[in-house]
């Protein structure tokens, strides 16, 4: 069997004030290299864990990497120990919260105080020690040579019809990925979906797949992807964080031609034994040269249920 951690980066919404991509990724995981992946994990974030409180250190990228301003006016700061960074900070935002909070407006308010719940895990280390924990995060999976595979949409929203939604489009393909893979993997295994426990998309997912396990094979449909999604806290669940980091790395490069980090997992992305990129897909309008679009697709049709034979595990 195989665990399909799914995460995004980015938003449905097509404004061009948002993110011009929406970005889904699929992290499947083989049940035998579960307990290797959550032991890597956990000893990765062990070693940038105040006081090693792993559980309460969440990789999300959306907190991790970005700028945190006070930082920046406290001197000395990457000089500091981590326990002294972070009372410095805490005191700080003490300080903010009594100086300036009564005179914010309570919108302004309530988002800063979500920022310092949000970030208070990570503001003992400093900005290099957070993309260097992202990026050894992301070589966890990298390194992985069988029973890690990733499969990823990446949607330019400005190349889908007005009123299409990125998300079910995004989803809908990527169980579609995950279940051709499933019927030519040699042991003919069965899939479980894993999502993090966001309550305002918990019915779309649902939905959205019991709709295809309903809808005929030959239509489209699912049958080696089983179950209801499973909806997890992503604080205890290293799958779902991973698969952020790698969501937040295809976007960023999408967007901003942020390669490094993607290199990183590249070649996790599924591929057939002969050759051909078929585990990541990039809709996007005609003429791109990213190096997702630039690298020869591979394009495999569904199996009759008859028909089914597996190839060998190692080149799946």
């Known amino acids: 069997m195989y665990l399909l951690y799914v995460d995004e980066s980015g938003v449905t919404n097509p404004h061009p004030s948002q993110t011009s991509h929406y970005v889904m990724i699929g992290l499947a995981v083989h049940v035998r290299t579960w307990f290797a992946l959550t032991s890597r994990v ?7 864990a105040l006081d090693g409180d792993t559980e309460k250190l969440e990789l999300h990228a959306a907190w991790l990497l970005r700028a ?28 903010r919260q009594q100086d300036d909070w009564p005179n914010l407006v309570p919108r302004a308010r309530e988002r800063e105080k979500k920022d310092f719940r949000k970030t208070e895990p990570f503001i003992h280390l400093t900005r290099e020690e957070r993309e260097e924990l992202c990026r ?6 990298g390194n992985y040579k069988r029973g890690i595979t990733l499969f990823g949409q990446a949607v330019d929203k400005r190349a889908l019809a007005a009123g299409v939604d990125a998300a079910e489009v995004a989803f809908s393909r990527l169980i579609d990925s995950f279940e051709i893979f499933l019927q030519y993997h040699a042991e ?20 959205l797949l019991q709709r295809l396990q309903l ?24 799958g779902v964080q991973v698969a952020d980091l790698c969501a937040f790395a295809l976007r960023r490069y999408l967007e901003n031609q942020e390669e490094q980090r993607l290199a990183a997992i590249f070649p996790r992305f599924h591929r057939l034994p002969g050759g051909g990129l078929c585990g990541l897909k990039h809709l996007t309008s ?3 040269t990213c ?26």
Do not use: M
């Open 42 to 48: 956990r000893s990765l974030k062990s070693a940038y």
């Open 68 to 95: 945190f301003h006070e930082q920046s006016v406290i001197p000395n700061f990457n000089d500091l120990s981590r326990p002294a960074r972070y009372n410095a900070v805490q005191e700080w935002r003490k300080r």
């Open 136 to 141: 050894k995060a992301l070589a966890v999976v």
């Open 188 to 207: 003919n295994p069965w899939g479980v979906v894993v999502v993090d426990n966001d309550q305002t998309q918990k019915d779309r997912y649902t939905t």
């Open 215 to 238: 809808t005929e094979h030959y239509r489209g449909g699912v049958d080696r992807v089983i179950e209801a999604p499973f909806f997890l806290d992503s604080r205890s669940n290293s």
């Open 286 to 288: 005609a003429g791109c």
């Open 291 to 316: 190096k997702i679009c630039s690298e020869p697709a591979g394009n495999v049709s569904r199996r009759r249920r008859s028909s089914w034979r597996g190839i060998d595990q190692d080149k799946v």
